[in-house]
């Protein structure tokens, strides 16, 4: 079971990045494929979770309104569109999966470092 993110990079606050986290190894039926997030020096944070073929997306507050997740089931891909990004976005941001019956992320991609610069 492999998450594969990619994406990140450097922007000017209130420009857009897409971030993508291809999933293989197995099948995610059942499962929420999720986004989190740590800045330097702080403790890794949620930013925004969907369930595979069941959509129902929720996202953390400040990030509620300028980012979306999406599935592509065909490709197995997660996608995170970032737009209007603010300095505080800052982040490695990471890609995890979890099946619906559990309450912790089990499976986790490497990060993707986004900077933002005001």
């Known amino acids: 079971v492999q998450l594969q993110a990619s994406g990140g990079g450097s922007v000017q606050a209130g420009e857009s990045l897409r971030l993508a986290c291809v999933a293989s190894?197995?099948?995610?039926?059942?499962?929420?494929l999720g986004w989190f997030r740590q800045p330097q020096g702080k403790e890794r944070e949620f930013v925004a979770a969907?369930?595979?073929?069941?959509?129902?997306?929720s996202y953390a507050d400040p990030v509620k309104g300028r980012f979306t997740i999406s599935i592509n089931n065909r490709s197995n891909t997660v996608y995170l569109q970032m737009d209007n990004l603010k300095p505080e976005d800052t982040a490695v941001y990471y890609c995890?999966?979890?099946?619906?019956?559990?309450?912790?992320?089990?499976?986790w991609g490497q990060g993707t470092l986004v900077t933002v610069s005001s």
């Open positions: 190894g197995r099948t995610f039926s059942g499962y929420f």
């Open positions: 995890a999966g979890r099946h619906f019956t559990q309450t912790s992320y089990t499976i």
């Open positions: 969907m369930r595979w073929s069941v959509g129902r997306p």
